[in-house]
């Protein structure tokens, strides 16, 4: 009797105990056999694609620190070029004064003022004086003469020829650093597209979004090979 009890118990025991490995009762889903490439896919693309966004996001900066240089140098350049150009000016004006006196004394007939004012004469006058005089006066004065270059003038010129410079690389070095910012722009779709791959329910536009980001990451890879790299 007792004996036919215990085997009575065991049997209940072995009726409710599932075999091992059974997946009838677990509430465990299958496991898709293709998930496994889709996801290492997708997360090598979101790494690759997150270096890639910090490496423009630091180029876009570098770059817009060069603009910024070559802004301040520029408007150095100016402020140089002006300063020179006063220089020049206030040249031109004294040579002007000067010769004033000088015409008065011809004017006048005056030999004896006009051979002192020309003693005056300062060395960049005294040469374009000399040359309007020995081919015969052809303008109005010696000021019109090329050979009169007073002084800061090729300085002024010199500076403003590197401010042009100066300015037209800045306005490069500030298109480079939007053209960073704009593929950090397409690298956020690639990053979209590779993190929601892994939500979508169908298989087919898992793999359209994840195709779709791997193309977009070739795109902007080939185009940042391309582009200037500064340190």
Known sequence: MAEERARSLADQDDA??????????????????????????????????????????????KWGGEMSIAFSQASSARIEAARQQGIANNARQADLTIYAVYVQAQATNNRQLATYVETRFSNEFEVAFE?????????????????????????ADAADRRADSLFTKALVNNQRADDYTLLTVLAALVLFFAAVAGRLNNKRTQWAALSIGTVLFIVAAVIVATFPVII
């Open 131 to 155: 040359a309007w005089v020995a081919a015969g006066m052809p303008t109005k004065s010696p000021f019109a003469m090329p050979t009169y270059v007073p002084p800061g003038t090729n300085e």
């Open 16 to 61: 409710s105990t599932t075999p091992e490995g059974s997946t009838e009762d677990s509430g465990v889903s299958p496991i898709d056999p293709h998930s496994g490439p889709r996801e290492t896919i997708a997360l090598i693309l979101l790494s690759v694609t997150a270096i890639m966004t910090a490496w423009c996001g630091f180029e876009a900066s």
